[in-house]
């Protein structure tokens, strides 16, 4: 399975330390999460929602890197048992996450 992830051309594409920033899936201090879209522009649009792009002109001076990872098979994916308002929530449902 091929999937994709945007990094600022700078640095490398995954995380190598525990100074990741908290976020939905990921504890502040803890050992790096490294999220990927199974299309690239799935990728794209998980880079403009985070960095809260919606006009174009926004876009001038951006550089990024898209990476295209192998990670073999699909994994067995198990639905979430957390409700939907709390998958979807604000900064306050992070720690239910």
Not at 49 to 61: C, F, Q, T
Not at 73 to 88: A, E, F, H, Q
Request: charged residues 30%.
């Amino acid at each position: 399975m091929i999937v994709y992830r945007h990094a600022d051309p700078r640095f490398p594409f995954l995380w190598e330390g525990s100074d990741q920033p908290e976020s939905r899936w990921q504890a502040g201090g803890s050992d790096p999460v490294h999220c990927f879209a199974d299309t690239p522009d799935g990728a794209w649009a998980e880079f403009l929602r985070h960095e809260d792009i919606r006009d174009p002109e926004d876009l001038e001076g951006i550089r990024r890197t898209l990476w295209a990872v192998d990670i073999g098979d699909p994994p067995n994916s198990v639905p979430s048992s957390l409700p939907r308002k709390t998958l979807l929530g604000g900064t306050d449902s992070y720690s239910k996450c």
